[in-house]
């Protein structure tokens, strides 16, 4: 997730280095401080093998 002012774009990328755009959105009462995080779900399932998510790579920086 990019975030410039308030507008906030998604990207998504298959191979980490190559990333495309999703989608954007302008929220109009968004604050100045956010907190963020990332998650996955998969409903329940008695194979407890057959839900996997892997983040790599995760990083924060900061804006201009």
């Known amino acids: 997730i990019q975030r410039s002012g308030k507008k906030f774009t ?3 990328s298959n191979d980490g280095r ?3 755009e999703c989608n954007s959105i302008e ?3 968004v604050p100045e ?3 963020a ?4 779900y998969a409903a ?3 194979n407890t093998n057959i839900h996997r998510a892997v983040f790599d790579h995760v990083g924060l ?4």
């Open 27 to 29: 929220l109009a009462d």
């Open 61 to 64: 920086s900061a804006g201009k």
């Open 44 to 46: 329940t399932s008695e």
């Open 18 to 20: 190559v990333w495309q």
């Open 33 to 35: 401080n956010l907190h």
């Open 10 to 12: 998604t990207w998504v």
């Open 37 to 40: 995080g990332v998650f996955t």
